[in-house]
């Protein structure tokens, strides 16, 4: 099983529209969990940490299901701007460092 | 200048030549990394840096050669090449502090094309 899973898509939404992206990640010592965001040819970028109780920030709502071992970003009203790559991010800790585990990413492309 | 800085921002190299990947972080982090990402993968950690002290070496060849002489630098040395280490190599900087749990912040990253 892959450390950090997520479907690459690309998923094709009209602006306005609500989109969801999952997440499963194989080790149950994960401590933190985050949602960053790569624009096309540029580095990634942190969206928003996830949180056991779950958390939003505006449009972007993210949820832990740690049970299940399962992240969730929930995009509301897509913008334009939307349009990236969005990468599900797992932390460990090993001899007191954080190293972060990546999945592959999945593609979003809002239209007109 | 503010954040994680690194240089070049290209770099074409021959398989034969010696080069070196510049990163600096200005954000009072202690902990320092090298990631790889090629096309259709996720990023791969490639070295760990914590005070200064190397903490992680992801099985990457020799012929990467990483060094940090504080805690705000650290440098990727690249020798003998192979086409197939064309990548993005993105230097990113953490605090430490145990608990906290903090995301990282990104350099620019440096895309390296073999010939």
């Known amino acids: 099983r892959k450390e950090v899973e997520q479907d690459p898509g690309p998923f094709n939404v009209p602006e306005g529209a609500t989109v969801a992206f999952n997440c499963t990640y194989s080790?149950?010592?994960?401590?933190?969990f985050f949602w960053y965001r790569q624009d096309c040819r540029k580095e990634p970028k942190l969206l928003m940490s996830?949180?056991?109780s779950g958390n939003e920030d505006g449009r972007f709502t993210a949820q832990l299901n740690r049970a299940s071992q399962y992240i969730s970003l929930l995009i509301r009203d897509s913008k334009l701007s939307d349009s990236a790559t969005y990468l599900c991010?797992?932390?460990?800790?090993?001899?007191?460092?954080?190293?972060?585990?990546f999945g592959k990413g999945t593609m979003l492309l809002v239209s007109p | 200048e503010t954040g994680v800085t690194q240089t070049p921002r290209h770099l074409v190299m021959g398989m034969t030549n010696k080069k070196s990947l510049k990163c600096e972080q200005h954000l009072g982090h202690n902990a320092m990394y090298w990631y790889k990402q090629s096309a259709k993968k996720p990023l791969e950690l490639m070295f760990v840096?914590?005070?200064?002290?190397?903490?992680e070496n992801n099985s990457v060849p020799s012929r990467f050669s990483p060094e940090c002489p504080n805690s705000s630098h650290l440098f990727l040395h690249l020798h003998t090449l192979q086409p197939e280490d064309s990548a993005l190599y993105l230097c990113a900087s953490s605090q430490t502090a145990p608990g906290t749990g903090n995301g990282y912040t990104f350099g620019s990253g440096t895309r390296l094309t073999v010939v």
């Open positions: 991010v797992v932390n460990g800790w090993n001899s007191g460092y954080s190293t972060l585990t």
């Open positions: 996830v949180y056991s």
């Open positions: 840096y914590s005070l200064e002290e190397r903490v």
């Open positions: 080790n149950s010592a994960s401590q933190s």
